[in-house]
């Protein structure tokens, strides 16, 4: 069985950082995506960030520049800086099998192929 689960969600000020993690165990592929996604208020969920089995990496110009993603292991982080009032939302990761991160343009990897979900954590940012 796949699990994921979120950590490091918070409350900041615009314009600081947080850095959100994902524990993902009991996955054995060769290939796949692991992806960062959030919902904003009355938005549906969207593409922030994603990372293939290869370390190709593609992100939503909307945090191209502010927002780094990565794997360590059985981990992957979302560093998030310069943070802005409009990235408050809940944060979900993501996993798919998959030789690379579907995404659309300029709109990061795309949410209905992810095969497994974390339950995601909130990220406030006040201005």
């Known amino acids: 069985q796949v699990d994921l689960e979120e950590s490091g969600g918070g409350s900041v000020q615009a314009g600081g950082s947080l850095r959100l993690s994902c524990a993902v165990s009991?996955?054995?592929?060769?290939?796949?995506?692991m992806a960062w996604f959030r919902q904003r208020p009355e938005k549906q969920r969207e593409g922030v960030a994603g990372?293939?089995?290869?370390?190709r990496v593609i992100y939503a110009d909307s945090v191209m520049g502010r927002f780094t993603i990565s794997k360590d292991g059985a981990n992957l982080t979302l560093q998030m800086n310069n943070l802005k009032p409009e990235d408050t939302g809940l944060y979900y990761c993501?996993?798919?099998?998959?030789?690379?991160?579907?995404?659309?343009?300029?709109?990061?990897?795309?949410?209905?192929?992810?095969?497994?979900w974390g339950k995601g954590i909130l990220v406030t940012i006040s201005s």
């Open positions: 993501g996993a798919d099998v998959s030789t690379q991160c579907w995404s659309r343009p300029g709109l990061g990897p795309d949410p209905p192929a992810m095969d497994y």
């Open positions: 990372i293939d089995s290869d370390g």
């Open positions: 009991g996955y054995k592929w060769t290939y796949y995506c």
